[in-house]
């Protein structure tokens, strides 16, 4: 079995499909629930995502779609169903909707993200594992095989850039108000765990689901921009707001691409984690001013 659905065979992807329809409405989703916080609009166009993807998928057939009856047989692929997939990330963000993203730091918050996001994952996974039977989630976690130079060596550009553009950012913007006081051993010690989870979390559900599942259907590029549409949304609601979308729009692209290319969620959340590792200093830095002055330049 293939580590990774990038490595595995992909039928053709016509460049341009009415096929994108209905995943662009599914993930303009993602924005209408955590960025303008319009519950019945993100129902609504999940629902027109779906139905489209219904109707679409009812006049199709294997030749339509770019590989013959005959050719599908002898690879011993089966067309993926656009609206299984579709329906699964629905399903992801129905969860995570479910709870307010405002970063808080007591029990009950972490309990209640542990839950809906931890769901958001779990349950496609076992719907297409389990219910769909096809096995389009995974999670690979050495895909790629061992790390290349370059690949060593971005994991140190990721910490120097992260160090020269995040804290002008957080501080500057008063973004890190968004983020909630810690200015004690324990609630700092909250506040690493949170960011580091989160931080995981976001590779699980963002790339290894919804990217994983749109670029069976169309190509890596289209697929990398509507993943990056859900995964800057996410991240405007849990406090990335101001101007944070031109960081972490190129972050969510970035993170996307680097995926695909090495095939090792190893690496992509090593990446992760370095930058929020930078992230969490920033935060402790602008709520403690004087406690880590000599670190950053703002």
Request: charged share 10%; net charge neutral; with cysteine.
């Given at each position: ?22 995943a ?35 006049g ?60 958001a ?88 689901t ?15 921009a ?37 095939r ?17 200093l ?17």
């Open positions: 079995m293939p580590a990774h659905p990038a490595a595995a065979p992909v039928l053709a992807r016509p460049a341009w499909s009415w096929r994108l329809a209905p662009l409405l599914v993930c303009l989703a993602a924005p209408a629930f955590f960025v303008a916080r319009i519950p019945w609009l993100g129902w609504a166009l999940l629902a027109a995502g779906l139905l489209v993807a219904l109707l679409l998928e009812r199709r057939s294997a030749v339509a779609e770019g590989v013959g009856m005959a050719d599908a047989a002898a690879t011993g692929i089966r067309n993926p169903s656009l609206l299984r997939d579709l329906s699964l990330i629905a399903v992801g963000l129905l969860i995570v909707s479910a709870i307010p993203l405002e970063a808080q730091l007591d029990n009950l918050a972490f309990l209640r993200f542990a839950v809906a996001l931890g769901g994952v779990a349950v496609p996974y076992v719907i297409s594992r389990w219910v769909y039977r096809d096995h389009a989630i995974r999670f690979p976690w050495r895909g790629g095989g061992r790390w290349t130079t370059f690949q060593w060596t971005w994991l140190v550009a990721v910490l120097v850039l992260g160090w020269l553009i995040l804290p002008f950012y957080f501080i500057t913007s008063g973004v890190y108000q968004n983020w909630p006081v810690v200015d004690t051993p324990d609630l700092i010690a909250r506040l690493f765990v949170g960011v580091g989870a989160v931080g995981i979390w976001d590779e699980l559900f963002f790339i290894c919804c990217f994983a599942l749109l670029r069976r259907h169309f190509p890596d590029w289209q697929a990398n509507l993943q990056a549409i859900v995964f800057v949304s996410f991240l405007w609601e849990l406090g990335y707001r101001e101007w944070g979308p031109l960081l972490t729009i190129p972050f969510a692209l970035l993170q996307g691409f680097i995926f695909f290319k090495t090792s969620l190893a690496y992509v959340v090593t990446v992760h984690l370095l930058f929020d590792a930078v992230v969490f920033v935060l402790v830095h602008a709520h403690n001013p004087g406690l880590l002055d000599g670190l950053f330049l703002v």
